[in-house]
């Protein structure tokens, strides 16, 4: 761990590196998931006239916004690994892994709700609540990560 540390610490490149998926995975995947949560809960309001398309475009979003997540979680373990003792310790970060358990669980079930649901169907209340709460848990996740380093 301390190899990596020393690596981190002394690579202006790597850093960025890293810094730069962290941040790219947050926006391809969260923005992807933000916009189909969106347009979920319109398509919802909306009724079933909309649903048919909107039911196709989050079965699609679910790929992007995992493959961000991908990119979240090997960027920011190697980001927990630069510096272990201060994140270990830092309840703003334990905050943000708390906040980023949520967002898998709720996506999981988000995709569930979409792969069974219709166009009609009873599920699409569930699954614009779903989405809202995937807004608002994407949101509070970005602010635990913003607040991280100034915070700590």
Request: hydrophobic share 55%.
């Amino acid at each position: 761990m301390h190899a990596w540390e020393s690596l981190y610490s002394n690579s202006a490149v790597l850093r960025t590196v890293v810094g730069f998926v962290h941040i790219a995975g947050l926006v391809i995947g969260g923005g992807c998931a933000i916009v189909a949560d969106r347009a979920t809960i319109l398509a919802y309001r909306r009724g079933a006239s909309s649903r048919a398309t909107e039911l196709d475009a989050i079965r699609g979003a679910h790929r992007i916004v995992l493959a961000g997540l991908v990119a979240v979680a090997i960027s920011g373990a190697l980001l927990l690994g630069a510096d272990l003792q201060t994140y270990l310790h830092s309840r703003i970060f334990w905050l943000k892994m708390g906040l980023v358990g949520l967002l898998l669980i709720n996506g999981g079930a988000l995709k569930n709700l979409a792969q069974r649901a219709s166009v009609d169907d009873g599920r699409w209340r569930r699954l614009a609540y779903a989405s809202g709460i995937s807004l608002s848990l994407w949101l509070l996740t970005t602010l635990a990560g913003a607040a991280l380093p100034n915070v700590g």
